[in-house]
């Protein structure tokens, strides 16, 4: 992957809140289950957003634009693809690029932008108060993702997707949720899990899974994407980058999170989809560039 260096990073797009609130303390990471999780969590945000889990506080617009983010990655500065921030803003940038285009031409509706906020430790969100602990979720009552950015670290070191290419699918995978906000397909599951809360658990792991699919959709496609001057943002992403992304996708299984956690894999608990499946479903977008190929409800 080569970002391209003269590329614009809009810093509008996101949100540097520091620390923020209190939170949901202890929540697992690595756990899918109905209480906490990663990539996604789908299951938590659709309690939380239903009024069983926390309240529905937004972030003050006092909170909104960039703050130093805007300064560390202005054009001036030469080593601003080397901060973390100013590479997930542009991932960010072109995620949403990709979506302003293919939602219209695949959904026909228009695309709905989405700030993605950067935390440390705990945030106030719309669904609730969270800590760093859930891992990057998308909450559908303030359309907004979260992420604190030491889980890239945790993402590497602890579950092993050390690929550079890891961070911008786990990013697209949470873009992925926003679509499904935006075409109905998120409030067509809540309200299907509050008719049969016994398929909860399956109805989230195709969430997941259309997220994962939807991601790979947008890595075929992310050369293409630009800037707002029209600048491409990337100037090539590789097949070892593809590599990577399937590697963090097997790494955030339930099979594998079983598996690390000591204990046996135990379907019945899935909630975000198997390594293989989560592998299956990134190759299916990638591999035909077409969101709508991505229905994992069949």
Known sequence: MELNENAQVDTEQVRDVGRSGGGLRGIPIPIGGKGGGVIGLII????????????????GDDNSGSGDVAQECAQSNPDRLNNVKCRNALFINSIQNYWQ?????????PYEASDTVFF??????????????????????????????????????????????????????????????????????????????????????????????????????????????????FKSITQQDI?????????VGDDTIQKKMGGRVDESK???????????????????????????FA
């Not at 285009?101 to 509706?109: D, E, I, K, S, V």
């Open 270 to 296: 899935f909630t975000h989809g198997s390594a293989a499946q989560r592998k299956q479903w990134f190759t299916r977008g990638y591999s035909t560039g077409d969101p709508t190929a991505c229905n994992t």
């Open 44 to 59: 938590f945000v659709l309690l939380v957003a239903g009024g069983l889990i926390g309240g529905n506080t937004l972030l």
């Open 120 to 233: 440390s430790q705990a945030v106030t969100t719309g669904c609730g108060q969270a800590d760093s602990g859930v891992g990057p979720f998308y909450c559908p009552e303030d359309n907004m993702i979260y992420i604190d950015l030491t889980f890239w670290n945790q993402l590497a070191t602890q579950l092993g997707a050390k690929g550079e290419f890891a961070q911008p699918y786990v990013l697209a995978h949470e873009y992925g949720h926003h679509i499904q906000d935006l075409v109905g397909t998120e409030a067509q599951v809540r309200r299907q899990m509050q008719r049969d809360p016994g398929s909860a658990n399956q109805l989230s792991v195709a969430l997941e899974l259309q997220a994962d699919c939807y991601a790979g959709a947008w890595a075929k496609n992310a050369t293409e994407t630009t800037d707002a001057g029209g600048r491409p943002i």
């Open 101 to 109: 285009t293919a939602l219209p031409r695949h959904f026909n509706r």
């Open 243 to 251: 590599n990577d992304a399937l590697e963090a996708a097997a790494a």
